[in-house]
């Protein structure tokens, strides 16, 4: 099965990071179905190039979130009701590391914390405008 992950070490993210915030949102987004398997640590490692510890340290953190159950032997499944409530949760961690991003890139530009907030405020007032109508 062809991988839909990857990673660019010269991101200044760490690997494990990106890997894991990109399943989730797999996940989140349906891209990876209720029960499926993902690849193996050893075939996911060679396919993105990378330590297998990296992936193997993904797995453990996905699985220690309830994001994913791994059976010794069979592999690495996407938990049943991941779907639900954990799903979300990745959703939010997605877009949490995606607004400190936002925010540490306004920070390094010298934006105050004042602009900054009244940014932030003006761009959700814009994407969310339909809500409040």
């Known amino acids: 099965m062809p991988t839909i992950f990857t990673v660019d070490p010269r991101s200044g993210v760490p690997l494990y990071v990106q890997l894991t ?31 297998p510890n990296t992936v193997a340290r993904v797995y453990r ?9 791994t059976s010794p032997g069979r592999g690495s499944f996407v938990r049943g009701d991941a779907a639900g409530s954990e799903a979300r949760r990745a959703v939010a961690d997605v877009a949490r590391v995606a607004f400190e991003a936002a925010v540490r890139e306004a920070k390094s530009l010298g934006l105050s914390r004042e602009e900054t907030q009244e940014l932030m405020a003006r761009t959700i007032a814009r994407w969310y405008e339909t809500e409040t109508q």
Do not use: F, H, W, Y
């Open 61 to 69: 953190e996905l699985e220690r979130d309830g994001v994913i159950d």
């Open 21 to 51: 915030e990109q399943i989730k949102r797999a996940i989140a987004l349906g891209m990876l179905a209720p029960g499926e398997q993902l690849p193996t640590v050893k075939a996911l490692a060679l396919e993105l190039t990378v330590n």
